[in-house]
């Protein structure tokens, strides 16, 4: 049986805002316990600031560095790879595994609302508590022909902008990326 055709693998689609040329997938307690400015825009832009919720597993950064709308799809719970065969004839690039701490409950949206009080039921995940890896995957859905309307724009049933791949932390070394831009460059 295909591991996503599993009963037991979860999956979630959002569509998501960035103003700030970045989308995110985070923890909200992190930035209400960490005391972080309230001023998210000043936050946004600090790189230090970034890092350190990058690093403590707060924050998942998720983008390409422009503005827009994107599609973001979120899988776990699965065995062997986390992506359809459709989803991977079309990955673009792979992130390293970042580190992602849950309290039980995430969200994801621009990179401007995390630390925001959860309000945005829409936007919530739960994941059980625990420590895991996520993965980005940039997918090139407009080679799809079946994903893209004669206007340009997604059809229904198109292939997401991101997937993102959540495994329970494998242990002890595992080496995480920290840094605040997705993806590295050739």
């Known amino acids: 049986m295909d591991a996503l055709m599993d009963p037991t693998v979860q999956q979630i689609s959002r569509t998501v805002r960035t103003d700030a040329g970045l989308c995110a997938l985070w923890q909200t307690e992190y930035f209400v316990e960490s005391g972080d400015p309230d001023d998210w825009d000043d936050w ?24 827009g709308v994107f599609e973001v799809l979120i899988r776990w719970n699965f065995s062997g790879s986390g992506l359809t065969e459709r989803e991977g004839r079309h990955v673009l690039v792979s992130s390293e595994p970042y ?49 893209i309307g004669s206007d340009g724009r997604p059809l229904e049933g198109a292939l997401p902008d991101f997937v993102v791949e959540i495994r329970a932390e494998e242990g002890v070394g595992q080496v995480y990326r920290t840094k605040s831009t997705t993806f590295s460059r050739p």
Do not use: C, F, M
């Not at 230090?48 to 919720?53: F, I, R, T």
């Open 99 to 147: 580190l992602l701490t849950s309290p039980g409950v995430l969200y994801i949206g621009g990179l401007e609302e995390a630390g925001d009080l959860p309000g945005r039921d829409a936007n919530r995940i739960e994941l059980p508590s625990g420590r895991y890896s996520a993965v980005v995957h940039l997918v090139d859905w407009k080679a799809e022909p079946e994903s």
């Open 44 to 67: 946004a832009s600090d790189d230090e600031l970034l890092v350190q919720a990058i690093s403590a597993g707060a924050l998942v950064p998720i983008g390409v560095g422009a503005d």
